[in-house]
């Protein structure tokens, strides 16, 4: 066999592998990521999102989500204050063991500071880790209003926090914000990729890297459960 025909032969070979490569589902075997990572860990999960680019914000109200703070989990309390009362320390009540009057976050994950909670003046949110308009962006416009409403409640996808740090988040994913407090970034991007897989929602190029940089810094850092439903009772609607 000539050596030109050896050539083209070996070079049809390589085509396959090399559109292999380009697939978007994940990290190509003996990645920086597949080395490192171990099974059940965040960094892992990394690799299981879906790769594209963000869509449009058009059609995007916080009303598609449902409710705010609909009780998806029917225990007869709002969802605000189920997170509240799992995240906060000294918690006194309203009129029974549901409406949160005041407590302590102590301390808040983003920030390391200790944070008074008091009702009507708090400096305490609840804060979507995935935000709805991020989710929105990335496969949460194509959903049924259900999954919408289970998203939007689901204890996975929320943690009080200090409400300057929140509102400076926005809608902003892992490759455009991270807590100021170094030491919660591992946890508070675990996270995030905990939601995005459980509901499918999908990451940018960019917001991928981020995450495996986080995560690469503490690659133990084990992917969060939750089993809330990712449907929402039928009783409950949205736009």
Known sequence: MSRRTTSALLALVAVPALLTGCETGGTAEGGAAGRDAKTG?????????????????????????????????????????????????????????CRVAAGRLAPDPYTGKDVTFRR????????????LSDAWQKGAARWEPGKRIAFANDSLNLLAVDAGANRGKGDGDTATWLP????????YVAGQVA?????????TGAERDAMREVLSACPEEKLPEGGAPTTAPGRFRAR
């Open 41 to 97: 860990s965040a960094l892992a999960a990394v690799d299981t999102l879906t790769v594209k680019g963000r869509a449009p914000k058009t059609g995007y109200d916080r009303a598609r989500f449902g409710t705010a703070w609909a009780d998806t989990d029917s225990n007869h309390c709002p969802t605000r204050d189920d997170i509240l009362k799992r995240d906060l320390k000294d918690v006194t009540y309203q009129g029974g063991d």
């Open 180 to 187: 100021p407090n170094k030491g919660y970034r591992c946890a």
């Open 120 to 131: 009507g003046r708090s400096r305490v949110d609840i804060d979507h880790l995935v935000a």
């Open 195 to 203: 939601v995005k897989k459980k509901y499918g929602v999908w990451v």
